[in-house]
């Protein structure tokens, strides 16, 4: 039985992520179904229901943190997707990751382009 933060959390990550949110879920479930539990209840059951921030500003800053970490290239496609899903446009998303340049430098800049490109082309 699931705990009401793993509910909390599963509802969370359906609302901001969707289909993609719950792929990257099922796919640990052969693995390590201790951590999916953590990546719902952590995450999604105790920071994203915060009230201090709406859930596009949630994104804005982890498609910002992600991009600069220039090194998690299938996290960032699913918060864009998330992105996408919870208000941000196409061109919000670019200016984010154009924005994390400045940061980051020019190579994480670049991989998160392309990696919004093929989300973008995936139908969003």
Request: hydrophobic share 45%; charged share 25%.
């Given at each position: 039985?699931k705990?009401?933060?793993?509910k909390?959390g599963w509802?969370?990550?359906?609302?901001?992520?969707g289909?993609?949110?719950?792929?990257?879920?099922n796919?640990?479930?052969?693995?390590?179904?201790?951590?999916?539990?953590?990546?719902?209840?952590f995450?999604?059951g105790?920071i994203?229901?915060r009230?201090?921030l709406?859930l596009?500003?949630?994104?804005?800053a982890?498609?910002?943190?992600?991009?600069?970490m220039g090194?998690?290239a299938p996290?960032?496609k699913?918060h864009?997707?998330?992105?996408?899903?919870?208000?941000?446009?196409?061109?919000?998303?670019?200016?984010?990751?154009?924005?994390?340049?400045?940061?980051?430098?020019?190579?994480?800049?670049?991989?998160?382009?392309f990696?919004?490109?093929?989300v973008?082309n995936?139908?969003n």
């Open positions: 039985m705990s009401q933060r793993f909390k509802e969370k990550l359906k609302e901001v992520d289909s993609a949110g719950e792929n990257v879920i796919s640990l479930k052969d693995i390590a179904p201790e951590f999916a539990d953590l990546l719902i209840e995450p999604f105790d994203y229901t009230d201090a709406d596009k500003s949630r994104e804005i982890t498609v910002a943190a992600l991009t600069v090194n998690a996290q960032l699913v864009i997707h998330a992105a996408l899903n919870v208000g941000c446009s196409k061109e919000e998303i670019v200016e984010i990751i154009m924005q994390m340049s400045v940061y980051g430098g020019f190579p994480c800049a670049l991989n998160a382009l990696v919004a490109k093929e973008f995936d139908g």
